[in-house]
């Protein structure tokens, strides 16, 4: 199957927005997250469920998939940004109708719970996807300069992009070395959701990249763990971790390791080139990674370089 490109993103093009996981409570980031997009020259198309709300999950699992269905259906819309992460994508992935959204490639942005959504879309269609910022999170509260310059880039841009240098300071070389491969991944917990499934992408000679918030140290160790344990970390050629915010023991008077232990273990065990504590997913300042976009990862070095530009 051939790799597919989103088309780029041009001033005036339509923007779709969508809630695919959890609902945005707070209206009103949803309106500054508009806002925002119009300010640079976008029109926005807004799902015609956008605001339904179903306890944790924006609206029925019906409702929700006619908006990713619409939205990839409609030619004005070029881009298809979701409003937030949660829960409720891998509830979603029987019913999508990936011949539709093969048919229709654009770009699709989002992170935390929409990797399952991005891990199947690539899986079933191997079309290109962003991890990067949503509406009702960075959209809607000002987005850091950083994270804008290089969100932009990539979705604007038919030229292949610049390479990412990671400060010595931030980042941490696990391992040692040089690997090619195609950056798959996501969300930790997400991830290890398709194990088993008919959504799980082929990782051989793939750059794995991973993060995780809000979960205790053994959690981490266990959804690792399951990695090695499908063959999935067998068959990488490179590693890629984030920050994990708050992953910390619930109660400090339990033993507890610590992240940075479970990941110079797996670093010990993997053998492949490793960069740790990378800037993405769950943290206001981020880099923005192409999910299934040939990469270059320099270890050594503390740089992360695209073969090849994300859009066409």
């Known amino acids: 199957m051939n790799t597919l490109k989103p088309t780029s993103l041009q001033r005036n093009d339509v923007v779709g927005l969508i809630s695919p996981a959890s609902p945005v409570v707070d209206v009103s980031k949803i309106e500054r997250g508009i806002r925002y997009l119009e300010s640079l020259g976008y029109r926005v198309a807004v799902g015609s469920h956008l605001n339904k709300t179903m306890g944790y999950l924006a609206g029925s699992d019906e409702e929700r998939v006619k908006d990713i269905h619409a939205m990839f259906a409609d030619r004005q819309v070029k881009a298809i940004v979701c409003l937030r992460g949660g829960y ?176 110079r273990e797996l670093a010990g065990t993997s053998r492949v080139p490793f960069l740790a504590n990378l800037p993405f997913g769950h943290l206001p300042r981020k880099i923005t990674l192409p999910v299934g976009l040939r990469a270059r990862l320099r270890a050594g070095a503390r740089r992360l370089e695209f073969l090849e530009p994300p859009v066409s």
């Not at 809607?140 to 990671?166: C, N, Q, V």
């Open 88 to 263: 409720g994508t891998p509830r979603l992935l029987r019913t999508l109708d990936y011949k539709l959204i093969a048919r229709n490639p654009k770009i699709l942005v989002g992170f935390s719970d929409i990797t399952a959504l991005q891990l199947a879309i690539w899986a079933k269609c191997r079309l290109i996807t962003f991890h990067g910022p949503m509406l009702g999170v960075e959209m809607a509260g000002g987005m850091d300069s950083y994270t804008e310059e290089h969100f932009w880039r990539l979705l604007t841009s038919r030229r292949k992009p610049p390479g990412i240098s990671f400060d010595a300071g931030e980042t941490g070389t696990l391992h040692r070395g040089v690997a090619d491969g195609r950056l798959l991944g996501g969300n930790l917990s997400l991830l290890v959701t398709l194990p088993g499934t008919e959504f799980l992408p082929d990782f051989r000679n793939a750059i794995l990249f991973f993060e995780e918030v809000k979960e205790e140290p053994y959690r981490i160790d266990r959804m690792l763990i399951h990695l090695r344990n499908a063959g999935i970390l067998a068959k990488v050629r490179g590693l890629l971790s984030g920050q994990f915010p708050d992953c910390i023991p619930g109660d400090p008077g339990v033993p507890s390791r610590t992240i940075d232990e479970l990941l």
